[in-house]
């Protein structure tokens, strides 16, 4: 394959087609943002305590009082919401016309499960998967279940999205992926049950994840080095953090999960036409010798771009027919704990202090200059002091949480957003790295890749989150831990600041060792 960015030099930086495929690809992000996190608000827990049946004779000021106090895991005292003062107990009270606290010392009435259910507090959710199947006390393992097999169906997808977009092409994965994306959100409203929401939820993190990689590989390959660096490190996702930022008030205005799925599913339909918009990969086309389809969108760009091509575009062919898997790990550790830094970290949103749906916002919004800093990073520094210093600084701060007293809660959620800030540099930057090392025949498959390993992280990440039901500072501590390990090992990843987009295997830099 001839140099492709040398041969294709004469469309220009920014002409009309770039500018169309650029907007048009950002804006497929969207999608990915609000739906990518939206089991924030879908399996959040509300607050809940032992039903008491209407029909039980039970006065008000027992019912006032049937929940127990326990030891929650911040050490102090706070009402229990698995456990309630035996029923037939307080009917007997409530006969006898005695009163909890006053003639019934509490300490002495024995306690029971949550036989007749629960009520949950709707003040912030109508409903959530979590009330709408019981998903507390003895089944509180399935809310990061929950996650974690959406975020299984994104390692999935990205798995898949890189073998399928190599072998048919990014454009129609890009668009498949969205179709699939909006059927089973849609449908998912109708699930009979968890597990079968579960079923469904996977495929939409299928959806979620394969079209955002191929659409991301798509961009880099079509733009020159110029536009490619906006695009890998800003354009893309600061319109992903817009999408983000919708989540919360998507989540605020409709308060329920099934109304939530239908307000993510409504808006993707507008994006098929951007099939007739976008066009597939030149490169990806030369690397299969389709060289005539190659050429015409070339023509047709440089027509947009009101410039005079030359006769004979591509010179020199040389197909690479190569999809060795062995390569393609790439920065494993690294990718793995960036991963669970920023999943844990966003999915923590709800369990900070103050409304949550304004602390998902905050974190959203936190996004925006994190992305235009990777933008300037990516531009003018090595890779992997970009990775170094963000990683470490994200451990940094997230080990500081923990140590912050209890009366400082607002410098404590300071210290999580500057930790969401520096890995959410991190997580751009990485993706944009990924496809500065791989050529052409690889690249898709390789970040898609790269993408799934990334996933173990956020598969993780939930259980994480799980470990504040043991100790508060748990999960800052072990998050912390993995980041600034990961800043260390990936000192020994190889540089590719300033070098051209590799086509072939024999262009790509060589790992250290």
Same mark, same amino acid.
């Given at each position: 394959?001839?140099?492709?960015?040398?041969?294709?030099?004469?469309?220009?930086?920014?002409?009309?087609?770039?500018?169309?495929?650029?907007?048009?690809?950002?804006?497929?992000?969207?999608?990915?943002?609000?739906?990518?996190?939206?089991?924030?608000?879908?399996?959040?827990?509300?607050?809940?305590?032992?039903?008491?049946?209407?029909?039980?004779?039970?006065?008000?000021?027992?019912?006032?009082?049937?929940?127990?106090?326990?030891?929650?895991?911040?050490?102090?005292?706070?009402?229990?919401?698995?456990?309630?003062?035996?029923?037939?107990?307080?009917?007997?009270?409530?006969?006898?016309?005695?009163?909890?606290?006053?003639?019934?010392?509490?300490?002495?009435?024995?306690?029971?499960?949550?036989?007749?259910?629960?009520?949950?507090?709707?003040?912030?959710?109508?409903?959530?998967?979590?009330?709408?199947?019981?998903?507390?006390?003895?089944?509180?393992?399935?809310?990061?279940?929950?996650?974690?097999?959406?975020?299984?169906?994104?390692?999935?997808?990205?798995?898949?999205?890189?073998?399928?977009?190599?072998?048919?092409?990014?454009?129609?994965?890009?668009?498949?992926?969205?179709?699939?994306?909006?059927?089973?959100?849609?449908?998912?409203?109708?699930?009979?049950?968890?597990?079968?929401?579960?079923?469904?939820?996977?495929?939409?993190?299928?959806?979620?994840?394969?079209?955002?990689?191929?659409?991301?590989?798509?961009?880099?390959?079509?733009?020159?080095?110029?536009?490619?660096?906006?695009?890998?490190?800003?354009?893309?996702?600061?319109?992903?953090?817009?999408?983000?930022?919708?989540?919360?008030?998507?989540?605020?205005?409709?308060?329920?999960?099934?109304?939530?799925?239908?307000?993510?599913?409504?808006?993707?339909?507008?994006?098929?036409?951007?099939?007739?918009?976008?066009?597939?990969?030149?490169?990806?086309?030369?690397?299969?010798?389709?060289?005539?389809?190659?050429?015409?969108?070339?023509?047709?760009?440089?027509?947009?771009?009101?410039?005079?091509?030359?006769?004979?575009?591509?010179?020199?062919?040389?197909?690479?027919?190569?999809?060795?898997?062995?390569?393609?790990?790439?920065?494993?550790? !690294? @990718?793995?704990? %960036?991963? #669970?830094?920023? *999943?844990? &970290?966003?999915?923590?949103?709800?369990? $900070?202090?103050?409304?949550?749906?304004?602390?998902?916002?905050?974190?959203?919004?936190?996004?925006?200059?994190?992305?235009?800093?990777?933008?300037?990073?990516?531009?003018?520094?090595?890779?992997?002091?970009?990775?170094?210093?963000?990683?470490?600084?994200?451990?940094?701060?997230?080990?500081?949480?923990?140590?912050?007293?209890?009366?400082?809660?607002?410098?404590?959620?300071?210290?999580?957003?500057?930790?969401?800030?520096?890995?959410?540099?991190?997580?751009?930057?990485?993706?944009?790295?990924?496809?500065?090392?791989?050529?052409?025949?690889?690249?898709?498959?390789?970040?898609?890749?790269?993408?799934?390993?990334?996933?173990?992280?956020?598969?993780?990440?939930?259980?994480?989150?799980?470990?504040?039901?043991?100790?508060? !500072? @748990?999960?800052? %501590?072990? #998050?912390?831990? *993995?980041? &600034?390990?990961?800043?260390?090992?990936? $000192?020994?990843?190889?540089?590719?600041?300033?070098?051209?987009?590799?086509?072939?295997?024999?262009?790509?830099?060589?790992?250290?060792?």
């Amino acid at each position: 394959m001839s140099d492709f960015e040398s041969t294709t030099a004469f469309l220009g930086k920014w002409g009309r087609f770039q500018q169309q495929v650029f907007f048009l690809l950002c804006l497929r992000s969207i999608p990915t943002g609000y739906i990518g996190l939206s089991v924030v608000f879908l399996a959040d827990t509300p607050q809940h305590r032992c039903f008491i049946p209407a029909h039980a004779n039970v006065s008000a000021a027992w019912r006032n009082r049937s929940v127990p106090p326990e030891e929650g895991p911040g050490g102090g005292l706070a009402l229990s919401q698995c456990s309630r003062y035996r029923l037939e107990d307080m009917v007997r009270f409530s006969e006898g016309d005695l009163l909890p606290g006053v003639d019934v010392n509490l300490t002495n009435v024995a306690t029971e499960g949550c036989l007749d259910g629960w009520e949950y507090d709707q003040s912030v959710y109508t409903s959530t998967v979590v009330s709408e199947w019981d998903l507390v006390c003895d089944d509180q393992w399935k809310k990061p279940l929950t996650s974690s097999v959406f975020f299984f169906g994104i390692l999935i997808g990205s798995f898949i999205s890189g073998q399928l977009s190599d072998r048919f092409g990014r454009k129609i994965v890009t668009i498949l992926a969205l179709v699939v994306q909006a059927f089973f959100t849609f449908i998912s409203i109708f699930s009979p049950s968890w597990a079968f929401f579960c079923c469904l939820y996977f495929f939409v993190g299928v959806g979620n994840s394969s079209g955002f990689v191929a659409a991301f590989v798509l961009g880099t390959e079509i733009f020159g080095p110029h536009v490619r660096k906006i695009f890998s490190t800003l354009g893309s996702n600061l319109v992903f953090a817009v999408g983000y930022m919708l989540l919360p008030l998507f989540a605020f205005i409709t308060r329920d999960w099934k109304m939530l799925l239908v307000a993510l599913t409504l808006p993707i339909p507008l994006y098929l036409p951007l099939w007739w918009y976008v066009p597939e990969s030149p490169r990806w086309l030369l690397s299969q010798g389709r060289v005539e389809e190659a050429e015409a969108i070339i023509r047709e760009a440089a027509k947009k771009n009101k410039i005079e091509p030359p006769s004979l575009i591509f010179v020199q062919i040389r197909i690479m027919q190569l999809h060795s898997m062995t390569d393609i790990v790439f920065l494993l550790n !690294s @990718l793995i704990c %960036i991963a #669970i830094a920023y *999943f844990a &970290v966003s999915l923590n949103t709800v369990n $900070l202090h103050g409304n949550s749906y304004l602390n998902c916002f905050l974190s959203a919004t936190v996004e925006l200059p994190a992305y235009v800093l990777s933008w300037i990073m990516f531009r003018r520094c090595s890779r992997r002091l970009c990775l170094f210093s963000t990683l470490f600084t994200t451990g940094l701060f997230l080990l500081f949480v923990q140590l912050m007293p209890a009366n400082l809660t607002y410098v404590a959620i300071a210290f999580e957003m500057i930790a969401k800030f520096a890995v959410t540099i991190a997580f751009s930057i990485v993706y944009g790295y990924t496809v500065e090392v791989y050529p052409t025949v690889l690249r898709t498959t390789a970040l898609g890749t790269s993408s799934m390993i990334a996933r173990i992280g956020s598969i993780l990440s939930p259980y994480i989150i799980y470990l504040r039901s043991y100790s508060l !500072s @748990l999960p800052y %501590i072990l #998050i912390g831990c *993995f980041s &600034v390990l990961c800043a260390l090992l990936s $000192l020994l990843l190889p540089e590719t600041y300033g070098m051209p987009l590799p086509d072939t295997i024999s262009q790509m830099q060589r790992f250290p060792g």
